[in-house]
């Protein structure tokens, strides 16, 4: 229930569902008290400055001077306890009613009865009731009024009080009453069903915004909402996240000085909706400038994207259209390949060939088998399924994975050397496409990294604010005129490789956010170093 419910009285114990808003309440019962306190100030001074005769007391002088005193002291004390508010709304009201309702019956009855006037005075009481208090206790104190105006016709008959009596005139006046009680209680009917309609329209209301609130802080694209002056009222989880802050900036400035200039050079040129944003940790963010129109005021969006997560979304359409191109070449060229194999097998056990002969189909051979290994590596690629990336810890995985590559390439142990830099590492990333990448690494480090000069070094750490797994070989390295060749498809410096095989690794770690990267270690030693995402704080 939104909190604007609390601010409004139940004053009528009998009508719980018909309610006034706190503040106008009590500046109701401000006016009805002001009006109370002149009422009285007259009684006491027509009593006190009689200077023409009057009807006021003129039955009983003194009964209608205690009651104008105590009508006046009691004015006074509800004044006082309206302006601390010493006592809750509805009590106060209800017995300012009260009280009016007997005091001025029994002035009316020191007065000489209905015939002084002063009856009427009881309907402004019944229909400051039907402001005040409504519903129900409306009618209550009319009938309260109504008996009560009718018994003091009654017991001024029985005493002879009066020279006469008038029960038509009583009848009349408690018909009034009654009237405009019910009056009031109509409208208070009407106005109980518009505010429980309201509720339901703010009931629906604060539900759709925390559904709204809820979705856009759930968000993987980052949203940002500010205004002309770049106060920045709305920044989703998402959005934090990808700036590493721990909470909703206060501007724009706040987050990056470039960003706040790009903002202001948008509004005056709406050609400039884009900004690139470049954070501590080397993370791109792309972030697109929106209107907002909203009533007479005018908010902008902010949407943050994440180009290595945009870069995996073109990674996986670009795999999937090389999946079905090479799938359809590799069918085709697999039966003539496999007939030249079988053919050059054939002809290599003619028994009349010469040694020179034999060597030629030995060179078929070995090239159809080399041409093969192609086929199956691009069917690698379109085998290829979509980054299913979970959180690893690293420090056991690691030790998992070469303790079963050890065993599947029947390697020694003193072959590879594990060492973490810290304790506790975690990654977000599919540990099927990490093992592949692993195994690539792995494999080329012991075919060309001199694996008898020492042990292969796998290494995990931090780096750059990321998780980061390093292959350190002891072989010669890459020339440097090669390293910007060294990802693409079909290169190696090696008669014995495809090409295929960084390529690879290189795709797959896009696919998961990751960077494969080519260094040279502080001892100028050859290393593959993965930088993984932090699983800490990426998110699904």
């Given at each position: 229930?939104?909190?604007?419910?609390?601010?409004?009285?139940?004053?009528?114990?009998?009508?719980?569902?018909?309610?006034?808003?706190?503040?106008?309440?009590?500046?109701?019962?401000?006016?009805?008290?002001v009006?109370?306190l002149?009422?009285?100030?007259?009684?006491?001074?027509?009593?006190?400055?009689?200077?023409?005769?009057?009807?006021?007391?003129?039955?009983?002088?003194?009964?209608?001077?205690?009651?104008?005193?105590?009508?006046?002291?009691?004015?006074?004390?509800?004044?006082?306890?309206?302006?601390?508010?010493?006592a809750?709304?509805s009590?106060?009201?209800?017995?300012?009613?009260?009280?009016?309702?007997?005091?001025?019956?029994?002035?009316?009855?020191?007065?000489?009865?209905?015939?002084?006037?002063?009856?009427?005075?009881?309907?402004?009481?019944?229909?400051?009731?039907?402001?005040?208090?409504g519903?129900?206790?409306?009618?209550?104190?009319?009938?309260?009024?109504?008996?009560?105006?009718?018994?003091?016709?009654?017991?001024?008959?029985?005493?002879?009080?009066?020279?006469?009596?008038?029960?038509?005139?009583?009848?009349m006046?408690?018909?009034?009453?009654?009237?405009?009680?019910?009056?009031?209680?109509?409208?208070?009917k009407?106005?109980?069903?518009?505010?429980?309609l309201?509720?339901?329209?703010?009931?629906?209301?604060?539900?759709?915004?925390?559904?709204?609130?809820?979705?856009?802080?759930?968000?993987?694209?980052?949203?940002?909402?500010?205004?002309?002056?770049?106060?920045?009222?709305?920044?989703?989880?998402?959005?934090?996240?990808?700036?590493?802050?721990?909470?909703?900036?206060?501007?724009?400035c706040?987050?990056?000085?470039?960003?706040?200039?790009?903002?202001?050079?948008?509004?005056?040129?709406?050609?400039?909706?884009?900004?690139?944003?470049?954070?501590?940790?080397?993370?791109?963010?792309?972030?697109?400038?929106?209107?907002?129109?909203?009533?007479?005021?005018?908010?902008?969006?902010?949407?943050?994207?994440?180009?290595?997560?945009?870069?995996?979304?073109?990674?996986?359409?670009?795999?999937?259209?090389?999946?079905r191109?090479?799938?359809?070449?590799?069918?085709?060229?697999?039966?003539p390949?496999?007939?030249?194999?079988?053919?050059g097998?054939?002809?290599?056990?003619?028994?009349?060939?010469?040694?020179?002969?034999?060597?030629?189909?030995?060179?078929?051979?070995?090239n159809?088998?080399?041409?093969?290994?192609?086929?199956?590596?691009?069917?690698?690629?379109?085998?290829?399924?979509?980054?299913?990336?979970?959180?690893?810890?690293?420090?056991?995985?690691?030790?998992?994975?070469?303790?079963?590559?050890?065993?599947?390439?029947?390697?020694?142990?003193?072959?590879?050397?594990?060492?973490?830099?810290?304790?506790?590492?975690?990654?977000?990333?599919?540990?099927?496409?990490?093992?592949?990448?692993?195994?690539?690494?792995?494999?080329?480090?012991?075919?060309?990294?001199?694996?008898?000069?020492?042990?292969?070094?796998?290494?995990?750490?931090?780096?750059?604010k990321?998780?980061c797994?390093?292959?350190?070989?002891?072989?010669?390295?890459?020339?440097?005129?090669?390293?910007?060749?060294?990802?693409?498809?079909?290169f190696?410096?090696?008669?014995?490789?495809?090409?295929?095989?960084?390529?690879?690794c290189?795709?797959?770690?896009?696919?998961?956010?990751?960077?494969?990267?080519?260094?040279?270690?502080?001892?100028?030693?050859s290393?593959?170093?993965?930088?993984?995402?932090?699983?800490?704080?990426?998110?699904?």
């Amino acid at each position: 229930m939104p909190e604007n419910n609390q601010s409004i009285i139940h004053p009528c114990p009998f009508s719980k569902g018909y309610g006034i808003p706190e503040a106008q309440a009590w500046l109701l019962l401000k006016v009805y008290f002001v009006y109370r306190l002149v009422l009285a100030c007259l009684f006491i001074s027509m009593y006190y400055g009689r200077v023409t005769p009057s009807l006021l007391g003129s039955l009983n002088d003194q009964l209608f001077h205690y009651c104008s005193e105590v009508y006046l002291l009691l004015t006074l004390a509800s004044g006082f306890l309206l302006r601390f508010r010493l006592a809750s709304y509805s009590f106060q009201a209800q017995f300012l009613l009260f009280s009016d309702i007997l005091l001025l019956t029994l002035i009316m009855h020191a007065s000489g009865g209905i015939k002084s006037g002063i009856g009427i005075l009881l309907a402004v009481s019944v229909a400051s009731g039907g402001v005040t208090i409504g519903g129900r206790c409306a009618m209550f104190f009319a009938a309260i009024a109504s008996l009560l105006v009718l018994a003091d016709e009654i017991y001024a008959d029985l005493t002879d009080s009066f020279a006469t009596t008038s029960y038509t005139y009583a009848g009349m006046l408690g018909a009034a009453f009654l009237t405009i009680a019910l009056l009031s209680y109509v409208l208070a009917k009407r106005s109980e069903s518009l505010l429980k309609l309201a509720e339901q329209h703010q009931q629906t209301i604060a539900n759709l915004e925390e559904l709204n609130h809820y979705i856009i802080q759930h968000l993987q694209t980052g949203i940002i909402i500010t205004n002309r002056k770049q106060n920045v009222q709305l920044a989703n989880t998402a959005a934090l996240k990808m700036l590493n802050l721990p909470k909703k900036p206060a501007q724009l400035c706040d987050i990056s000085v470039r960003l706040a200039e790009d903002f202001s050079d948008w509004l005056h040129n709406k050609d400039l909706d884009q900004s690139l944003l470049t954070l501590a940790n080397q993370t791109e963010i792309r972030i697109r400038f929106m209107l907002l129109p909203t009533g007479g005021r005018s908010f902008y969006m902010l949407i943050l994207e994440d180009i290595a997560l945009y870069n995996q979304h073109v990674q996986q359409s670009k795999l999937a259209s090389l999946g079905r191109l090479t799938a359809s070449i590799a069918h085709e060229i697999r039966n003539p390949l496999g007939a030249i194999s079988h053919a050059g097998q054939l002809l290599s056990e003619n028994p009349d060939f010469s040694s020179q002969d034999r060597r030629l189909t030995q060179i078929i051979q070995s090239n159809s088998a080399r041409v093969n290994q192609i086929i199956e590596d691009i069917l690698q690629l379109s085998r290829r399924q979509a980054s299913r990336r979970e959180k690893i810890q690293l420090k056991p995985w690691l030790a998992h994975y070469l303790e079963t590559f050890m065993l599947e390439q029947m390697i020694e142990p003193k072959a590879f050397n594990l060492q973490f830099d810290q304790g506790s590492l975690t990654a977000f990333i599919d540990p099927g496409h990490l093992k592949q990448i692993l195994d690539n690494l792995c494999r080329n480090a012991l075919t060309y990294g001199s694996p008898e000069q020492g042990p292969i070094i796998l290494r995990g750490f931090m780096a750059q604010k990321s998780p980061c797994i390093e292959v350190i070989d002891n072989g010669p390295g890459i020339e440097r005129e090669h390293l910007s060749h060294l990802f693409e498809p079909f290169f190696t410096t090696s008669n014995k490789g495809t090409g295929l095989g960084l390529f690879i690794c290189k795709e797959l770690a896009e696919l998961n956010q990751a960077k494969l990267g080519y260094y040279f270690t502080e001892s100028q030693r050859s290393s593959f170093r993965l930088y993984l995402s932090d699983a800490d704080k990426s998110f699904n």
